[in-house]
């Protein structure tokens, strides 16, 4: 093999293998986003996980003098909706810079966007946003 080719492909690999650290590191700090928010005068407090699933669901003990029963259930949407765009929010900022722009879906699975072996050089280099020589 030449010595140049040797060297391009020597640089792809690095820069594969970096990106794969970069994608291995934000997964990890992906799983344990969390959310937590509040509402009818902190009355009524919520957690979501990464995937907006309700973790936790906190009544303050005034909750039953002050609000009824449409009131409370309205808060407790209301709560849960803050606490899953802060999430989604946190999920678009650990992400920004290593995928394209568009929605975050929950259970997305980053390292799939580099395989474990790449087989296409090419295919490698446009997915990272490297300039073809």
């Known amino acids: 093999m030449r010595a140049e080719?040797?060297?391009h492909i020597d640089e792809l690999l690095q820069t594969y293998q970096e990106k794969r650290r970069q994608i291995a590191?934000?997964?990890?700090r992906l799983e344990t986003i969390e959310a937590e928010a509040e509402a009818a005068d902190g009355m009524v407090r919520v957690k979501v996980d990464r995937q907006g699933r309700l973790t936790s669901l906190e009544f303050d003990p005034r909750v039953q003098r002050k609000l009824g029963s449409e009131e409370l259930a309205e808060a407790v949407l209301e709560a849960s909706r803050d606490a899953q765009a802060q999430v989604a929010d946190q999920m678009r900022a650990a992400m920004q810079g290593l995928v394209p722009d568009g929605?975050?879906?929950s259970g997305f699975?980053?390292?799939?966007?580099l395989p474990e072996r790449?087989?296409?050089f090419d295919a490698v280099r446009?997915?990272?946003g490297i300039p073809p020589r």
């Open 5 to 7: 080719w040797q060297a």
């Open 25 to 28: 590191d934000m997964q990890s």
């Open 118 to 120: 790449p087989d296409d």
């Open 103 to 105: 929605p975050a879906e």
């Open 109 to 113: 699975d980053i390292t799939k966007l």
């Open 126 to 128: 446009e997915r990272l």
